[in-house]
Every structure is written in structure tokens, then in C-alpha cells.
Nanobody, 126 residues
Framework: EVQLVESGGGLVQAGRSLRLSCAVSGFTFKQYTVGWFRQAPGKEREGVSCLSISDGSTYYADSVKGRFTISSDNANNTVYLQMNSLKPEDTAVYYC???????????????????WGQGTQVTVSS
């Protein structure tokens, strides 16, 4: 059974940092792309970043470039999203997702992912 479990969300002040984790299981880790999405109240789900596990290729939304970094710990089948210089507009439920495919050429849309975690809330206060 494919499972993705996010953790690390919380309430932080603007300018601070958080690191989200996505623990994955039930599939061959290196054969997938793992992405992070977020959804704020009343807004569409937005792609934040994605990572090819096999070659390390990454893509980021313009809104987070220079502030967020996606990475993986392949030994522990975990993908991270390091979020620095957080802004109130980063407030959202953050989801990790996985799709079959070892290479990343672009930031994939949410409908291109097959498996999703339950989400973790990130709230950034001003």
C-alpha cells in the first residue's frame, strides 16, 4: 500500500523557518517524483516544488524560489521541504505527493500525481 505521511507543520512567525518531512512507503522510492503542494483557504492547490529521487532534479514555484529547498534522504525514504524566510502568504495546508517517473522536466500539476499524503498545516503569523 502506497503511503505518504507529512509532518513538521506548525505555527511560526514571519521570517522564521520550518522543515516539512514526507515519509513514503509502499513503492520503489527511486522510481518516483515527489512533490510538495499547498492549499490555502478558498484557493486552488498550488504546486510548490518537486524532486526526482533518482537524479536530484528540482523545480520550484516562483513564489518560493530562493526561500524553499526540497531534498531527500534516500536511506530513510523521506523527502523534505526546508522553508526559510516564511511569509504570511505561505500559510496553507502542505501536501506531499508522488507520481511514477524518475525524471523531472517541469513543475507537475496536481492532477499528474497519483498518491497524496494527508497534509500538514503551516501557519505563518505577521
Amino acid at each position: 500500500e502506497v503511503q505518504l505521511v507529512e509532518s513538521g507543520g506548525g505555527l511560526v512567525q514571519a521570517g522564521r523557518s520550518l522543515r516539512l518531512s514526507c515519509a513514503v512507503s509502499g513503492f520503489t522510492f527511486k522510481q518516483y517524483t515527489v512533490g510538495w503542494f499547498r492549499q490555502a483557504p478558498g484557493k486552488e492547490r498550488e504546486g510548490v516544488s518537486c524532486l526526482s529521487i533518482s537524479d536530484g532534479s528540482t523545480y520550484y514555484a516562483d513564489s518560493v524560489k530562493g526561500r524553499f529547498t526540497i531534498s531527500s534522504d534516500n536511506a530513510n525514504n523521506t523527502v523534505y521541504l526546508q522553508m526559510n524566510s516564511l511569509k504570511p502568504e505561505d500559510t496553507a495546508v502542505y501536501y506531499c505527493a508522488a507520481r511514477l517517473g524518475s525524471f523531472v522536466w517541469r513543475l507537475y500539476n496536481d492532477d499528474e500525481y497519483n498518491y497524496w499524503g494527508q497534509g500538514t498545516q503551516v501557519t505563518v503569523s505577521s
